[in-house]
Each structure stands twice: as C-alpha cells, then as structure tokens.
C-alpha cells in the first residue's frame, strides 16, 4: 500500500530562521505529491503540489522537491515568520486508482516564536 | 479560495444516539470525501463518494457510518449508532475530478460522543 512518513513531530524556530521538514513517500502507483498546511481551528489548505517526478513546487517562499530516487518531497522554506505556525502534512495521492484517496503524514507542527 | 461548509462546528452527543454532519462542497465539484482526525493524530480517509454512489472507503468507515448526497443537497455522514470511539473532527472535501486533483477541505466538525 501507500505510506508517507514525517519523522518530526515537532519543529521550534525563531523568525528568520531556516526551516526544513523531511517527508519521504512508499508507493507503487503513480504519485502526485502535496504539502497541506492546517492552521488552528481550520481544515487542511493546499500549499502546494507536484505531479512530474523532479520537478519542484513553491508556494509563498515555501518550496519542494518530487524526487523519484530518495522518494522524498522534503519541504523548505529560507526564513520563517511567526504567521507560518501551523500543522504542515506532507500527502501522497495516487493517479493509479480510479479516484482520489489521499494518504497523509503523520504531520510536524511548526512553532515559529518571534 | 473555494470554500467547503460544514455544519454543525460542533456536537455533543450520548453514545448509542445518531448524528448526522453536513458538508456543502465547493459548487462546481464532483467528487466528495470524509477524513477522520482524532485529536492530536493524523488524518485518516474515511470514504470517496462519485455520482451517487461511494466508490471506495476504509476499514475505519464502520458498518455504523453511511453517506449520501440526496438531490444535489448537503453531502451528509450518518453515524448510526454512535459510539465513544466516534469522538474526533470529521472533515468534509471535495475535489473537481480525477486522481492528483487538489481537495479542498472544509474547517471540520468537531464531535463529541460521551
């Protein structure tokens, strides 16, 4: 089946500073890989997506990268604000089944202090 | 953004009891889906839903649950009969089509069965 790991479970930093979140996906399918990002109280929004192994999404100074070789879509982002606190999950979809069924990570919870 | 609405927010409810939580899905979408959230845990796919008719779901989606959409209306998850280990936020998504679409998820309804 279809798994994706995050490891951190947790991340503290300071503004400025710069932030990296492992992800690395299992599938034998055909992958489109998203970052969702659920901040307190809400559901999980779109971040951003990629559907084309190498190729790397980027979305409001956060960035990742599909790479087929590690199977990792680790996310970046160059420096932190204290707005991007949240719970960010890195998600597989599959394109070899008939219909969507996303399979989520276990989340890292990002704390940003000012 | 497209927006999914969920109602209620939230309930309470005595164990054995039925409840029922509404979703309006973004209006031009095709496909809907249910995820479960324990608190502090990761999001868990419930069941996908096409045309009337649901098209896959997983072992968390009880003999107890059930969902229909009657008429174009609120796409509806009836938990009949409740049970302590219902407690959790349901999210409500929908997506506009095929695998690798983005889900666009709803802000949850949180339930509490005691």
């Known amino acids: 089946g279809n798994s994706v790991t995050q490891m951190q479970g947790q991340v503290t930093l300071s503004e400025e500073e710069f932030l990296f979140i492992n992800c690395t996906y299992s599938?034998?399918?055909?992958?489109?890989l998203f970052w969702y990002v659920q901040y307190p109280g809400e559901g999980p929004q779109l971040l951003l997506k990629?559907?084309?192994?190498?190729n790397k999404g980027s979305s409001r100074g956060f960035e990742a990268t599909y790479d087929k070789g590690t199977t990792s879509f680790h996310l970046q982002k160059a420096s932190v604000q204290e707005s991007d606190s949240a719970v960010y999950y890195c998600?597989?979809?599959?394109?070899?089944?008939?219909?969507?069924?996303?399979?989520f990570g276990a989340g890292t919870r990002l704390a940003v202090c000012p | 953004g497209p927006k999914v609405l969920q109602i209620p927010s939230h309930q309470i409810i005595d164990m054995g009891q039925m409840v029922t939580l509404n979703c309006d899905p973004v209006?031009?979408?095709?496909?809907f889906y249910w995820y479960k959230q324990i608190l502090g845990q990761q999001m868990e796919f419930l069941v996908n839903?096409?045309?009337?008719?649901?098209?896959?779901k997983s072992k968390l989606f009880k003999d107890q649950f059930s969902v229909e959409r009657p008429d174009g209306s609120y796409f509806t998850l009836k938990i009949q009969p409740t049970a302590l280990e219902d407690s959790a936020v349901y999210f409500c998504?929908?997506?506009?089509?095929?695998?690798?679409?983005?889900?666009?998820f709803g802000e949850g309804s949180r339930l509490i069965v005691v």
């Open positions: 599938t034998t399918g055909y992958p489109t």
């Open positions: 998600v597989l979809g599959d394109r070899s089944g008939s219909f969507n069924k996303l399979t």
């Open positions: 990629v559907t084309t192994a190498n």
């Open positions: 998504a929908s997506s506009l089509g095929v695998p690798g679409n983005t889900l666009y």
């Open positions: 209006s031009n979408h095709l496909y």
């Open positions: 839903f096409y045309n009337g008719k649901v098209m896959e």
